[in-house]
């Protein structure tokens, strides 16, 4: 009888078929620019600190923050959040609440008493910062950090520039500007209060280079005429008295004349003053109103009225000091306010301006090679510097959107090119990468998840004390929030590429080191490139 036939298998057969020669594209890993990262103008690495933040680990995530923005508190409450308006999860549901956590991480970072690192060597160079407010303070914890001594002059009596003197504590409470301010002082940046610089370049010479970050604090006019007795005020003194001791006596009877976040701002803390009617006077429609329309949407609901298409031509009509001619407007074709001819009265106790702000920029007298223009000190775009070498400049004093944010990206830019032209080289900001697209994830992969929103003041107390209006987020809340990131563009280790591959040609480097192909096997087939959630793998032609 003959043998059973018998097969032996060579454990080690398959290997010699390498199917990675049937291959005409190939998939590489690649990592894309987040929308929120490319959006942000402080040049946060936003989809980095949340990658921390939904892991719980808050201090690395509030640490990733800081490396480009020190205020954290305080941007969580004063951003605009433009980050949120081209996050890819909006076109899936609702975007991350970005600015949420941001500050919900800065209120973590108070809380628990987080200190920024002190650099590691000092440079032996001296950088003078004028302004305490958010570019100068930006930039002297920059410049600090990356091992400069820097003394900072402030023409005002406490630290925060227009952040304290032109934003109401109902939107940003003075114990989190202080805290996130004195975090720098602790830094070693020295700040010199109460003390105004007349001249820049008789100062110039105790110091390697310098930075101006004058604030816009003069409140630009407008004629009006008026009777004696008369009350007109602008906007930035009142907001400014604020911080006083003794409020502003703006009356029962508030009129604001402007379209601005400044002009809301009056108008709702008139209202927590006491003021009954506080109207605010604008002459273009709403979509026209440069505010914000969620300000415009909290002020309505505390009872601030708006008279759209509408200008003031005269106080004091008939005799009546407190009377207001208001002239109705029409938009012609172009959007351009035209006056129709047709007048009403109002009653006003205060008629407060609010039509945009100027810098003082006596300073610069006698500064050779300076360039000023329209009021504000015309800079280098690339470098933020002068005409005069060593003078660098940035937030309100330079041609530029006029907000927080902007502004503390401006004092880091500067801060960077400072230290670049102190060693003698030039700063090269890395290269971008391709911006990453809704069209590249594969959202079938997340589900739904609604957006959470911060709590909100009662309305009812709102009106009578200068408490926070917006709430920040719980633990939980901010935890499940971080997790809705969609990791645009960039591997977070799901696993996907290693479970889908038909040829076990995707090999894990082990947590934090990502994947690599083995195209001794990789057929080019492209299901890992279809089942990537975030659109981290791509398909290239394969050379030959």
């Known amino acids: 009888m003959d043998k059973p036939f018998a097969i032996t298998l060579d454990p080690g057969s398959s290997l010699a078929n390498k199917t990675g020669s049937w291959r005409t594209m190939r998939p590489v890993y690649v990592d894309r620019l987040p929308p929120c990262n490319a959006q942000c103008p402080a040049g946060e690495d936003i989809q980095g600190w949340l990658y921390h933040a939904e892991s719980g680990d808050y201090e690395t995530a509030w640490r990733q923050l800081v490396r480009d923005n020190p205020f954290p508190a305080i941007m969580g409450r004063v951003c605009y959040h433009t980050c949120e308006s081209v996050c890819n999860r909006g076109k899936l549901d609702e975007p991350v609440g970005i600015n949420s956590v941001e500050r919900f991480l800065g209120d973590e970072a108070i809380t628990r008493g987080w200190r920024f690192e002190p650099p590691a ?263 933020m510097m002068a005409g005069r070498a060593g003078l660098f400049a940035g937030g309100d004093m330079v041609p530029a959107e006029r907000n927080v944010t902007v502004a503390v990206g401006h004092g880091k830019k500067a801060a960077r090119h400072i230290d670049a032209w102190l060693r003698g080289t030039r700063y090269a900001p890395p290269p971008k990468h391709e911006l990453a697209s809704f069209e590249r994830l594969n959202t079938w992969y997340y589900s739904d998840a609604p957006k959470t929103m911060r709590p909100q003041l009662d309305l009812a107390r709102r009106t009578g004390s200068f408490d926070e209006v917006q709430g920040g987020l719980t633990e939980d809340n901010a935890l499940f929030e971080a997790r809705r990131c969609l990791s645009c563009g960039n591997c977070f280790e799901c696993d996907n590429c290693y479970g889908v591959c038909p040829d076990n040609a995707v090999i894990k480097l082990g947590p934090g080191q990502r994947f690599q192909f083995n195209y001794d096997y990789c057929k080019g087939c492209g299901i890992c490139v279809a089942e990537c959630p975030c659109g981290a793998i791509e398909m290239v032609a394969e050379e030959v």
């Open 121 to 383: 060597a000092d440079s032996g160079k001296r950088v003078l910062v004028v302004g305490a407010g958010p570019s100068g303070m930006s930039a002297a914890y920059h410049l600090r950090r990356l091992g400069h001594r820097v003394t900072v002059y402030e023409a005002g009596p406490l630290m925060g520039g227009m952040m304290r003197f032109g934003i109401p504590q109902y939107r940003l409470p003075r114990d989190v500007l202080d805290a996130e301010m004195q975090r720098i002082v602790d830094l070693g940046a020295e700040v010199r209060l109460n003390s105004k610089v007349k001249r820049i370049e008789e100062m110039m010479a105790e110091f390697d280079a310098a930075f101006l970050a004058v604030g816009a604090h003069i409140g630009k006019r407008a004629f009006i005429p008026a009777k004696d007795g008369s009350r007109i005020l602008d906007a930035v003194s009142v907001l400014r008295s604020m911080e006083g001791e003794e409020k502003p006596m703006l009356g029962r009877r508030v009129v604001v004349y402007g379209g601005g976040n400044t002009a809301i701002d009056v108008a709702r803390t008139a209202r927590r003053l006491g003021a009954t009617e506080a109207i605010i006077v604008y002459r273009r429609t709403r979509e026209k109103m440069p505010a914000h329309d969620f300000e415009v949407e909290e002020a309505l609901q505390e009872g601030v009225m708006v008279k759209w298409l509408s200008t003031i031509k005269q106080q004091g009509a008939d005799g009546d000091a407190g009377a207001l001619t208001i002239e109705k407007m029409e938009l012609d074709e172009k959007g351009f306010p035209q006056p129709t001819g047709e007048f009403e009265t109002l009653e006003a106790d205060s008629l407060v301006l609010a039509l945009g702000q100027d810098v003082d920029l006596s300073l610069l007298d006698g500064v050779p090679g300076l360039e000023l223009k329209d009021g504000v000190v015309q800079v280098d775009p690339a470098t």
